[in-house]
Structures are given as C-alpha cells and as structure tokens.
C-alpha cells in the first residue's frame, strides 16, 4: 500500500529537521572559522581547508541517496546522520580550542570532526530532502521546499543571534558550552520531528517476499541519472551557481573583524542579519510565487535570475565597503546580499525538489545526491577559493581592504554567469500524468553542455 502523501503539519516538522541541521553548522562554518582566523591570528586557508574537506566528503551524497532509495526507508539515515553531524560538531569545537596549545592535534582532530560533519550533512540532508520529493504532491513541491528551507535559516538566525549573545565576552569556555548546547538541542528536536512521519514500511505482497526484485548496482544508477539530459544540465548550473553563492562564507565575519573591527559576538550577530535577509527573500519569493499563472518552473527560473543579478550586485557593493572602511553601511549592504541570496536559493531548490521525481521513479535519492554532490564540490572548491584569494592578494600586497575587494568582485562576475545558465534552462511545467519530463524535452532544455 503507498503510504498517504505529507500534509502541511508533516512539511513543518520535516523542516525543523533542516532546522536543526542548519544551527549545528552554522557554528562550524562560521563562528570557528572567525575564531581560528582572528582570535587564534591562524591563516584564513586553515579554516577554509577544513570546511572544503567537509564539503569535499559531501561527494559521498549519492550514495547515501542510493542507500535510502534502495532501503525504502528515509528516517534511520535521517536520524544517522544528525547524530554523526552533532557529535562533529561538539568535536570541531574542542578541536580549535586545542589549536594554540597542540597544534598538530587540533589539526588532526578538526579533519576527524569535518569529516563527521560532512557525512552527518550528507546522510540527514540527502535522505530528508528525497523523503520530500516522494511524499509531498507535485503542486505542494516547490512550497514543502520553501517551508523546509526557510525554517533551515530560521534555526540558522536563531542560532547566531543566540550564540552571539553568550558568546560575549569570548572565552573558550563560552564557545564550548554553547557549541555543546546547540548541538544537543539540535538532534533531540531532529529525533522529536521526524519520528513517526514517514510511518511504518509498507508490507511488500507474498510474491515479492518470494521472488525480491534484484537491486540494481550503485554505478549503473548513477550512470542513469547522469543520462538525463536535464539533470545533468542542472547539475552544471548548481555547482556554477554555488561556486558563486560559497565564495564569501568564509570571508565575511573575517572581513568584519579586520576591515570593520568587529568582536565575535557581533561579527556573529552580523551572520544572523545576513541570514535573516536569506529568510526575507524565502518569503518574497513563495508569497509572489505562489499568485504567479505562468507556471511553477517558469516562475522559479525568473526568480532564480533576479537572485543571482542581485547577489552580483550586492556584492559588488561588499567590495566597496571593503575601500571605504568603517564609515560603510556593512549591515544593510550585508541584508541586501542575504535577501538576493535568499531569492536565488529558493528558486533553484524549489526547482530541484519539483524535478526530484522526473524520470524513472525511485530514484529521488540517488538524483537529489547527484545535485548535493555537485553543490559540496562548489561549496568546498569556493569557500576555499575565496579565503585562499585573500590570503594571497594580502601576503602579495599587505592590504586586506584590495584583497576582499578582489575576492568579492570575482563572486559577483561568478553570479552574472550563473544567471546566464539559468537563462538557458527550459524547466517546462508537466502536467502530473506526463511519464516523463526528460523525456519530454531532450533536445530543447538548454543550450548548456555537460
């Protein structure tokens, strides 16, 4: 019997799964970064190198999409994996605070800690995003991606605010009780949202338990996917896309805190602001989405443009505040690119959860991880790419301010690509009998190669 589709109630608690996720890593990407950087005085490329192997183990998504796809089952990898990232999380924390005394240790034991987050995010992030694509009705897609992916950010908000008030004045003994804390929180209120949503497993007929449909191999799956002509053009797109979107992560609380001055707590507090214009432009997107008659995917592919020229924009504008120093309007200017940020993401995500269930079914995991893949090589290579650039342009030059300048133009010239991949994607609404959407669209879908 196939299980009932998720009503609104099940969206909402699949998204404080994403919730969770989001505060554990939003203390590992962001605040330890600005502490290993500014507090420990340690080269922006340690922080960055450790964040892109956590992206880097992130290639593994397929396969855990395959394991889930092939299980039938979504909820133990969910709950896997969020514990996997929690205890990395609470690990990478008394890492870094190991650093000034054992450096090799710390070291060594931050690689352990960034490949626990990274398994933990691919295993949890990958298994509930399918769970998603199979259980939430077509025209509910594009919403359920919305609803998950801002709650993500609230608890990303939420988190910094929070942390960057106990945070102040710093010690290390303030980090660890509030990584500690958050981490903890975060997986019990996992454990509690996902409990009993995806229901028990269906009970398969008496003559399938005699004869069990052979399991096709990993390889010839993803050999599969990457036949898609349409998937494989998005997943171009994704990681162009997200190169742009990662390449300040790891730059803009270390910008704060050399070019503005800025202390941890309010460095932090300034992520949340970010973040917080992220949630807005969620919202704006859905709120007009949501009236638009042209269609689900034409609308997204509309917005997706507009985020990806205003994030272009915004940080064209980050690069001047860069020349200009304290006197700049940082957090407005830093709003601006969270709101246009927010509009590209969920445009692109509602994008990848509506064609999730294209082409042959059962296979949401293993297509969601092929776009998760292809999104954590662009997180890792940009997050890195970024902090590196700087680094070099600073130890060349001596000037921090022409560094972040010269980073930040290179993300907005990486966005105005992205919107001209975006441009070229034909991502045509189906009606929800059509058999296949790549099948209906191998020759048009874009001009791309991949």
Not at 2 to 22: D, E, F
Not at 161 to 171: E, I, V, W
Not at 254 to 262: D, H, R, S, T, W
Not at 399 to 414: G, K, Q
């Amino acid at each position: 019997m196939t299980p009932a589709p998720l009503g609104w109630l099940g969206i909402v608690r699949l998204g404080l799964v994403q919730s969770a996720l989001g505060a554990i890593v939003v203390l590992t990407t962001s605040t330890l970064n600005r502490v290993m950087v500014v507090e420990m005085a340690l080269p922006a490329m340690l922080p960055a190198a450790l964040v892109a192997w956590h992206y880097g183990v992130q290639i593994s998504r397929p396969r855990w999409g395959y394991g889930s796809d092939m299980g039938h089952r979504r909820t133990p990898w969910i709950i896997g994996g969020m514990g996997v990232l929690a205890l990395g999380g609470i690990l990478a924390t008394d890492a870094t605070l190991m650093m000034p005394d054992a450096p090799v240790m710390g070291v060594l034991l931050s690689i352990l800690a960034y490949l626990m987050i990274g398994a933990g995010v691919g295993a949890s992030g990958t298994s509930l995003l399918a769970l998603l694509a199979t259980r939430v009705t077509p025209a509910r897609r594009p919403a359920a991606a919305s609803i998950t992916w801002i709650m993500m950010i609230v608890g990303i908000v939420v988190t910094a605010a929070t942390a960057g008030a106990l945070l102040d004045p710093f010690s290390g003994q303030r980090l660890a009780m509030v990584a500690t804390g958050v981490a903890a929180v975060a997986f019990i209120v996992a454990l509690l949202a996902v409990w009993g949503v995806e229901g028990a497993p269906a009970a398969a007929p008496q003559e399938a338990r005699a004869a069990p449909e052979p399991k096709p191999a990993f390889r010839a799956v993803i050999a599969e996917i990457w036949a898609e002509p349409l998937a494989r053009r998005f997943a171009v797109f994704v990681f162009v896309a997200m190169l742009a979107y990662s390449a300040q992560d790891l730059i803009l609380e270390p910008f704060a805190g050399l070019v503005f001055g800025m202390t941890p707590g309010q460095s932090t507090q300034m992520a949340g602001m970010q973040n917080g214009g992220v949630l807005l432009g969620m919202i704006v997107v859905d709120a007009f989405g949501a009236r638009s008659r042209d269609g689900k995917q034409v609308w997204m592919r509309r917005w997706t443009i507009f985020g990806c020229v205003g994030s272009a924009l915004a940080l064209g504008a980050l690069g001047a505040a860069a020349l200009v120093g304290p006197g700049w309007p940082i957090a407005p200017t830093v709003f601006l690119l969270g709101l246009a940020n927010g509009i590209f993401a969920v445009a692109a995500i509602g994008s990848m959860m509506g064609l999730a269930g294209a082409g042959r079914e059962s296979r949401e995991g293993v297509r969601m991880g092929v776009w998760g893949a292809s999104q954590a090589i662009a997180f890792g290579l940009g997050g890195f790419l970024g902090a590196a650039g700087v680094d070099v342009v600073r130890h060349l030059t001596g000037d921090a301010p022409r560094a972040f300048l010269i980073v930040f133009s290179a993300e907005a010239l990486l966005f105005v690509a992205a919107a001209v991949l975006a441009s070229r994607l034909d991502l045509v609404e189906r009606p929800a009998s059509s058999p296949s959407l790549i099948d209906a669209l191998p020759a048009r879908a874009s001009g791309v190669q991949g």
